[in-house]
């Protein structure tokens, strides 16, 4: 491997080549701007660049070396040792949210099950699949796929997702009206950058909903208003009383409740929207995973494609690090999303999009849909049953869609209490309460995430927290 270094000298000074060498590198490793395990370039190429005679280098290393600052790979060069000076390795501390209570990652004892909802089905994610399609996008790539994205996003991936959310979601699109984003959170961020543009300050959000939405709402300078969710979804009578003319809503599977907004509240929200000349974003954040017999119901998007951003991620059905997200928009809005997105980035990365067009147009995709369904399916009823068995008196409720489920326990029960026992457990895990806006909710919940575990590991996590509600 040929390897380059900085290394700064001077060649008329008082001090050795030698001894300058030595004196930068240890600088360097003391500044943290060499870092530990650093491989360096061998002594001849590093002779080369420095135009100096390689013993001088050799020398250089060699001292090092003997000091400790350097190891000397058998047969594979040199480089900066580890830890220096007995120093320990920093593993980041998994970041504790408000409310989550229980032991960190990376403390004394691991973590048996960890129910926090977040990311997607990672052990599921197609990396053949994804290989193959990336393989063969990056061997067709000609000099246009590495230039500058499209602003709105690559044509193939914005004609195979205009078919397949028309297919799966019955969105109302055309390639011309969809932005291929990172993920919903930039959608979310756009859509914060041009509401007031067309003079609303407010947007109004689901109660319970995503704590992380409601606080990017309030710092991107609108008002969050919450607004309940019942059985039926959003309560738009109430939202029609808040006086807001713009909502976030989860329509197909509320988060975190999981219930669908029902047909009589869809045409209520159309008709909230006409009345205020208002707008919609929804978060389709989990569309293609449906576990129930039967169609799950399709986008409210179809409702009133002129009033609703219909907005669509990879993070759930594929990785959140992929940031690889969608919105469908009417064109006077996608207008403005596409000027608001111009002062943020320019674009989402080329062959990160045509592998996933060609996932999409090769029914690799639907495929894999297919596959994450029935684990999905098999994890829901494991969870269904080990409640029944283990949590008499609490409830799964809400779909079998998505890759968490909320959870209600039996009223009397502490919630922070329970959660924090079952962190002693070493099982993690939230209450519903950082999800609510306020206060005034009725009954103590979890919300288990599941994506990850095996059917087995469902069962055994729900055993574990009903230990941790009977102390
Ligand atoms: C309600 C909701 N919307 C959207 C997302 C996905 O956001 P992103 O696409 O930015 O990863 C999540 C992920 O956890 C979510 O819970």
Known sequence: MALHMAVEVVRDSSHSLTSQIQEFIKREIAQGI???????????????DLDVSRSVVVEAYGQLVAEGYLEALQGAGTRVVRHLGGEQ?????????????????????PVRWDLR???????????????????RVLHRAGPAEHDYPSLAGEADLRLELARCLGRLRGVRTSPAQLMVVAGFA??????????????IDALAVEDPGH??????????????????????????????????????????HQFPTGVT?????????????????????????????????????????????????????????????????????????????????????????????????????TGLFDRHLRRLNSLGRSRREALEEAVRRHLPGAAVLGRGAGLHAYLQLPRGTDEAALVARAGRRRVLVR?????????GRSAPALVVGHAHLPRTGVAEAVRELAAAARR
């Open 186 to 199: 930039q959608t979310l961020g756009l859509m914060c950058a041009v509401l007031p543009v067309i003079g």
């Open 431 to 439: 209450g519903a309460a950082p999800f609510h806006a306020g206060p």
């Open 261 to 361: 907004l029902s047909a009589r509240r869809r045409e209520a929200l159309a008709r909230w929207a006409r009345d205020v000349d208002g707008w919609i974003i929804e978060d389709d954040y989990d569309g293609g995973l449906w576990y129930e017999h039967g169609p799950r119901p399709l986008a409210l998007q179809r409702t009133d494609p002129e009033r609703v951003v219909y907005a669509g991620t990879a993070s759930k059905s594929l990785a959140p690090g992929l940031r690889l997200g969608w919105l469908a928009a009417p064109a006077p809005m996608l207008d403005l999303l596409l000027r608001a997105r111009a002062r943020q980035d320019l674009g989402t990365e080329t062959l990160t999009q045509l592998a996933f067009a060609e996932l999409l147009r």
């Open 211 to 252: 704590p992380g939405q409601r606080q990017f709402v309030r710092e991107s300078g609108l008002r969050a208003v919450p607004v309940p969710v019942d059985a039926e979804g959003i309560d738009v009578a109430a939202l029609a009383a808040s006086g807001a003319r713009a909502v976030l809503v989860t329509p197909g």
């Open 34 to 48: 060499l870092h530990p395990g650093t491989r360096l370039p061998s002594s001849r190429r590093l002779a080369d």
């Open 89 to 109: 390795p920093v593993v980041p501390a998994l970041l504790e949210e408000p409310g989550r209570g229980g032991p960190r990652e990376g403390a004394a004892h």
């Open 117 to 135: 909802p977040s990311g997607g089905n990672l052990p599921a994610f197609p990396r053949r699949e994804w290989l193959g399609c990336y393989q």
